[in-house]
T-cell receptor, first 111, second 114 residues
Framework: DQQVKQNSPSLSVQEGRISILNCDYT??????FLWYKKYPAEGPTFLIS?????DKNEDGRFTVFLNKSAKHLSLHIVPSQPGDSAVYFC??????????FGKGTSLLVTP | DGGITQSPKYLFRKEGQNVTLSCEQN?????MYWYRQDPGQGLRLIYY???????QKGDIAEGYSVSREKKESFPLTVTSAQKNPTAFYLC?????????????FGQGTRLTVV
């Protein structure tokens, strides 16, 4: 049973615009959320995270928003760049137990 | 430079054969993990190890085995009992098992059954 869901398999955005990637979860015990970026044939790399006690975390062009009541989080990339084209995985954990991943959203940033 | 090394990058296996995927880390991390990725799927946990000489089954452990004799090494064996082994395998580590921090991933091994 998928506890972390990314319902959009793909997203296409123009360079310079905002990319918004969404993630929903079902387990209310999740207390830490992470986003990973993955290029083809490579391992995922950590992008940004947020604790359940916060509702926003920002790092440069990347901002993650958490809405606990809706069990929803989103990753905003502003401005989007062609090098951001990759698959983005949302992940969640309960007290540091091994990560639960979503299926990923493939982002394509076009010039 | 610290990191996780997986080898080989590509691996071909004949039906009925066991194969072992290597995962080595020099990050001095206690916990290590094996994930499997299939097209259109998220990463699914196969096995994890919290500490040396300890390992636990993840969500899809059937047909796989692991060992953790050294802190640095967490090899995964795909046995002939695994009915659909063709996939992309990722090894990861975290400093400790129960810590809210990011996992570091290897570059992956693509296993194909021929």
């Amino acid at each position: 049973d998928q506890q972390v869901k990314q319902n959009s398999p793909s997203l296409s955005v123009q360079e310079g615009r905002i990319s918004i990637l969404n993630c929903d979860y079902t387990n209310s015990m999740f207390d830490y959320f992470l986003w990973y970026k993955k290029y083809p044939a490579e391992g995922p790399t950590f992008l940004i995270s947020i604790s359940s006690i916060k509702d926003k975390n920002e790092d440069g062009r990347f901002t993650v928003f958490l809405n606990k009541s809706a069990k929803h989080l989103s990753l905003h990339i502003v401005p989007s760049q062609p090098g951001d084209s990759a698959v983005y995985f949302c992940a969640a954990t309960v007290s540091g137990y091994a990560l639960n991943f979503g299926k990923g959203t493939s982002l394509l940033v076009t010039p | 430079d610290g990191g996780i090394t997986q080898s080989p990058k590509y691996l071909f296996r004949k039906e009925g054969q066991n194969v072992t995927l290597s995962c080595e880390q020099n990050l001095n991390h206690d916990a290590m993990y094996w994930y499997r990725q299939d097209p259109g799927q998220g990463l699914r946990l196969i096995y994890y190890s919290q500490i040396v000489n300890d390992f636990q089954k993840g969500d899809i452990a059937e047909g796989y085995s692991v060992s953790r004799e050294k802190k640095e090494s967490f090899p995964l064996t795909v046995t002939s009992a695994q009915k659909n082994p063709t996939a992309f395998y990722l090894c990861a580590s975290t400093q400790f098992f129960q810590v809210n921090t990011e996992a570091f991933f290897g570059q992956g091994t693509r296993l194909t059954v021929v």
